[in-house]
């Protein structure tokens, strides 16, 4: 892309975004990617690199519903894991860019599909963590979420005393994190939905739009725009009632978003790049 070209739709992107009623953010792995978190399925990613971690990740939901005692044990007594240290990761200009939209009373919400926490430790406020977050546990009776060290996990093994139970309802708690079969938790599913047909504006960063239920969230809002111009091919007011939608990528590559007419631009380029000029 055009180095004119890109400045022109970043201008285009700020005043759409200042010019909303309601904005929020959609962000996936390519914001992890440029604070040295590798993805999984790239050239260079964990599980091409790797296949038996890919394995091993199918298996853990399975695993966690059949023995939650030996789940916890292997994972307390395993290696750091398929993305290593995310603790020592931090996060980039990206990160930082939304957190300042976000203190300009412009951006309302971010979903992410990441689970580094590092929106979290940016200072992203209203936050919905779509597949979790690495640095939390969570009660699988009533969504309860607990930090990591709110439990003595090591003492909870010696003691023979895993899994650990949740000290509000007395459910069994996993990792916050959501592994291959196991639905989404009904609470960040339900909000993340509220928000996608609420906003007018759904600014989407670094995410390929391919890893379904959060790519329907572009679609549904999507969805809403054209219902709003049905309405209002026979009424004036009907607009004024169900506001349109717009939809802005900002990746590295084109998605099916893209090719499917669901966004209404993409700007490629770094979300640490494209994101703190928006701000800007």
Request: glycine fraction near 10%; include cysteine; aromatic fraction near 6%.
């Amino acid at each position: 892309m055009g180095r004119l070209i890109m400045n022109e739709l970043i201008q285009r992107a700020a005043r759409d975004i200042a010019g909303s009623g309601y904005t929020i953010a959609l962000t996936g792995a390519g914001m992890s990617t440029e604070s040295g978190i590798p993805d999984f399925r790239g050239p260079q990613g964990v599980w091409t690199k790797n296949p038996e971690a890919e394995k091993r990740a199918y298996r853990g939901y399975q695993d966690f519903l059949q023995d939650p005692g030996r789940y916890w044990k292997e994972r307390l007594t395993s290696s750091t894991g398929a993305l290593g240290e995310l603790g020592a990761r931090e996060p980039n200009p990206g990160h930082h860019a939304l957190v300042e939209l976000e203190k300009m009373g412009l951006l309302k919400c971010t979903i992410t599909q990441n689970v580094d926490a590092l929106h979290e430790r940016a200072g992203t406020r209203h936050l919905l963590e779509y597949h979790g977050s690495f640095a939390k546990l969570r009660c699988v009776s009533c969504n309860a979420r607990f930090r990591r060290d709110e439990f003595d996990l090591e003492r909870l093994m010696r003691e023979d005393r895993l899994p650990p139970r949740c000290s509000k309802c007395g459910g069994i708690v996993k990792g916050d994190t959501v592994g291959f079969g196991e639905p989404i938790p009904e609470d960040v599913a339900n909000q993340s939905l509220e928000e996608a047909w609420k906003c007018d504006l759904m600014l989407i960063c670094g995410t390929s739009a391919v890893v379904y239920p959060f790519a329907n969230l572009p679609r549904i809002a999507r969805q809403k725009t054209r219902e709003a111009q049905r309405e209002a091919a026979g009424s004036l007011a009907a607009m004024g009632r169900v506001p349109v939608v717009t939809i802005i990528e900002v990746n590295a590559e084109p998605t099916p978003l893209t090719q499917d007419g669901v966004s209404d631009y993409i700007i490629q380029g770094k979300t640490g790049d494209v994101l703190p000029a928006i701000a800007e």
